[in-house]
């Protein structure tokens, strides 16, 4: 396993975050195992190195792993991604997974990903449970091209914008949960070259205070939820007071919950519809 301590070391070198999970990775790809079995598989033979060596460099250069993989995992799937959509988050399983068990306990459960780019949250909804009517909206061009890409057929993709708070009109009133991983980094925020050389500025960026989607976007929640539905949206770190108070601002809105990541960072707010 010489080779991948030597692609582990360059991407060090580099300052990338994770360099043996990277180098690993991209060598597991490379030999078509799982990362798991990556020390029975044996070393490469010599086209193959050379593939690995290359995408070493390239990640070296901080273009993602995951573009270099071409997929990236959310939950029980994984997705395509690629230039021009935004690059899911091993952090946004946690709203998927509040998400999913605040309708545990409902039949049929109407859901709806809102900014769902790559489709992932969409797709791991719909795949974790089948008996769920999902729906996904996104605005961006390239970004649709990837969900559709993505998502199976029973999701019913829209093309929208967030902030329209008469988007959906068939829908409200009568959903059960909403998800969003919207835009959230205030405007000017340093970014790792993987983010601001490869995700799409509209997809990261929202104004100066990175409200700019969230706050309108309430709007429309509050609009679709039925009564006792509930809604998770992921925010910026330095939304921890801003994001809950977004949605405190809602009437109709109610037990507003701030919830960290396994880092201990503010990462989303949770809310329910007020029950009639």
């Given at each position: 396993m010489q080779w991948v301590g030597a692609g582990e070391r360059e991407l060090a070198s580099a300052g990338v975050a994770s360099p043996r999970g990277d180098a690993e990775l991209l060598a597991a790809h490379v030999l078509g195992v799982r990362r798991s079995r990556l020390a029975a598989a044996g070393d490469p033979d010599l086209a193959r190195l050379a593939d690995y060596r290359a995408l070493i460099a390239r990640r070296a250069a901080r273009v993602p792993l995951q573009?270099?993989?071409?997929?990236?995992?959310?939950?029980?799937?994984?997705?395509?991604?690629?230039?021009?959509?935004?690059?899911?988050?091993?952090?946004?399983?946690?709203?998927?997974?509040?998400?999913?068990?605040?309708?545990?306990?409902?039949?049929?459960?109407?859901?709806?990903?809102?900014?769902?780019?790559?489709?992932?949250?969409?797709?791991?909804?719909?795949?974790?449970?089948?008996?769920a009517r999902v729906h996904a909206v996104e605005l961006d061009d390239a970004a649709l091209r990837w969900a559709r890409r993505n998502l199976p057929d029973?999701?019913?993709?829209?093309?929208?914008?967030?902030?329209?708070?008469?988007?959906?009109?068939?829908?409200?009133?009568?959903?059960?949960?909403?998800?969003?991983?919207?835009?959230?980094?205030?405007?000017?925020?340093?970014?790792?070259?993987?983010?601001?050389?490869?995700d799409p500025p509209g997809a990261v960026f929202a104004g100066p205070d990175g409200l700019a989607v969230i706050r309108p976007m309430a709007v429309l929640v509050t609009r679709l939820l039925r009564p006792g539905g509930v809604v998770a949206i992921e925010h910026d770190d330095t939304h921890a007071d801003a994001a809950p108070a977004v949605l405190r601002g809602q009437p109709g809105l109610t037990d507003v919950v701030e919830h960290p990541d396994l880092a201990g960072r503010p990462r989303f707010v949770t809310a329910r519809a007020a029950r009639c």
């Open positions: 573009h270099l993989l071409g997929t990236a995992p959310m939950g029980p799937v994984e997705v395509a991604v690629g230039p021009g959509v935004f690059v899911p988050r091993l952090e946004t399983e946690l709203l998927l997974e509040w998400g999913l068990r605040a309708v545990a306990g409902s039949t049929a459960p109407c859901v709806v990903d809102l900014c769902t780019g790559s489709g992932a949250l969409a797709a791991a909804v719909a795949a974790s449970r089948p008996d029973r999701v019913t993709l829209v093309h929208g914008d967030v902030t329209d708070a008469g988007l959906l009109p068939g829908l409200h009133g009568r959903v059960d949960l909403v998800l969003a991983n919207p835009p959230y980094v205030p405007e000017g925020t340093p970014v790792e070259p993987e983010v601001a050389e490869h």
